[in-house]
């Protein structure tokens, strides 16, 4: 079979829960729906540490963050390491990156591998970014969804025809602190948005790093986020409501204006004619809470945050409308985009190729759980570092948070906590069962199965670390 074309797309922080494609509530994206109604989507796809910097290192790497050594938001990416677009490119690939990179600037931190690269600096600004093109600064005006797009497709027009292309598209929406553009201003204006089932969970029968989180909706969004002041003379429940109703709109407002811009990057393909023969994803580089557990960000091991939404369409090789339930991960995705161009996955490599998976096959040694780990220790929201399995039906957590101060690493340690959660009784896992006796077995072996993954992956226990 021919190489493929690759489109890439990337958001941030873009929730599945905020696709209709993955049976929203709250949004429709029929953009993104395009995707999925021509090709596949993944329902347990998942980030290995959920927070921008360290899963874009995964996804470019194939690698854990303690390989990577990009664990955190200010450990830039060592852009001499291997790299699936450096392994595309080599092999006649014509390759490019134009919107949000975040894994550092200068030094070797700047993107390689790429033909062509047009960045925003750090998080970049959602109106009339700044943006750094093949080393360049340069002030652009317009907003940054547009923009980018914008870019992606000049790219393309201007690409050769005769080579296979990878893009990657790479958008700062529906990054905090969505600010929407003039077209998406007014969406949503005359409605309510309803609240998600745990909108006013109270923090019980959790380990205490839920409850001491500070990305509360009711508290800790700022007048920046909100774009104006909270009205006088609301009752507590009343205030918490008007916030989340004026957080979850830009979101949702962000959102709208990527779903518009992805159907322009779907329609130049089927005008060019390259539909067939370019593999599109769509993903975002982790989950969010829209609200869930009362919350706002990201960076727990709790669903919304660890699952990514992630459709693929590619017409040659994926059946139209399809859904599959397998476990990927972001570390996944470099090694199946190396098969698919037929070329050999590095050894070092932690992720598999899903590519049976997308042909309808399971192989029958196909992972059934997988390892995460949050490091950021206390940096933003107050959360405490942690790391987990999650399998098919169960999650445990590990906020291993006070053996490291052991070591003279963390200076403000927590009680080391365990959580478990029954993924099938319940689903939004407000029910810690870790220390229930009647699990007492269960936690042994996953337990067990955590040291397993953990020791497979290269990683250590806090004790050795
Ligand atoms: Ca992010």
């Not at 009647?438 to 050795?464: K, M, S």
Request: charged content about 25%; proline content about 6%.
């Amino acid at each position: 079979m021919k190489q493929p074309n690759i489109l890439f797309i990337l958001t941030d922080d873009h929730a599945a829960h905020a696709m209709s494609c993955y049976g929203s509530r709250i949004n429709q994206t029929p953009q993104l729906d395009r995707i999925a109604q021509e090709g596949m989507r993944f329902d347990n796809c998942f980030c290995t540490n959920s927070i921008c910097t360290p899963s874009r290192a995964s996804i470019l790497t194939g690698t854990y963050n303690h390989v990577n050594q990009v664990t955190t938001l200010s450990t830039p990416l060592d852009g001499r390491q291997v790299t699936f677009p450096k392994l595309l490119q080599a092999a006649g690939y014509q390759t490019a990156i134009i919107g949000k990179w975040h894994l550092g600037h200068g030094g070797h931190h700047d993107p390689t591998g790429f033909d062509y690269w047009n960045v925003l600096p750090g998080q970049g600004d959602y109106h009339n970014p700044e943006m750094i093109e093949l080393g360049q600064r340069k002030q652009y005006q317009g907003y940054a969804t547009d923009l980018i797009t914008d870019l992606s497709l000049d790219w393309l027009q201007a690409r050769d025809p005769e080579r296979p292309f990878l893009l990657m598209c790479h958008h700062k929406a529906p990054h905090r602190p969505w600010e929407p553009d003039d077209k998406h201003a007014a969406m949503y204006e005359d409605i309510d948005i309803p609240e998600p089932v745990t909108f006013n969970d109270d923090y019980s029968n959790r380990a205490a790093a839920a409850a001491a989180a500070t990305m509360r909706v009711e508290r800790d969004l700022t007048e920046r986020d909100l774009k104006q002041p909270v009205p006088e003379g609301l009752t507590p429940a009343e205030e918490k409501q008007w916030k989340y109703q004026r957080y979850i709109k830009d979101y949702l407002r962000c959102v709208a204006s990527v779903d518009d811009n992805v159907g322009r990057l779907l329609d130049y393909l089927d005008q060019a004619g390259l539909t067939e023969d370019t593999l599109v994803v769509y993903t975002s580089d982790q989950g969010f809470f829209l609200g869930d557990h009362g919350w706002y960000d990201k960076r727990f091991m709790y669903e919304e945050s660890l699952r990514m939404p992630f459709i693929i369409r590619y017409p040659r090789a994926i059946q139209a409308g399809t859904i599959n339930d397998q476990m990927i991960l972001n570390i996944d995705f470099a090694s199946t985009f190396l098969d698919y161009a037929g070329l050999p996955i590095p050894d070092h490599f932690q992720g598999r190729s899903f590519r049976p998976l997308l042909a309808g096959n399971r192989p029958a040694d196909w992972q059934t759980s997988m390892y995460y780990r949050y490091w950021m220790h206390l940096a933003h929201h107050g959360v405490y570092a942690h790391y987990g399995l999650r399998t098919l039906r169960y999650k445990l957590i590990y906020y291993y948070a006070d053996a490291l101060d052991q070591l003279g690493a963390l200076d403000d340690p927590r009680p080391p906590e365990w959580e478990l959660f029954d993924l099938q009784e319940d689903p939004y896992e407000l029910n810690n069962l870790y220390h229930d006796p009647a699990h007492a077995e269960l936690v042994t072996e996953l337990t067990a199965e955590l040291e397993r993954l953990q020791g497979q992956v290269g990683d250590r226990p806090y004790h050795e670390t």
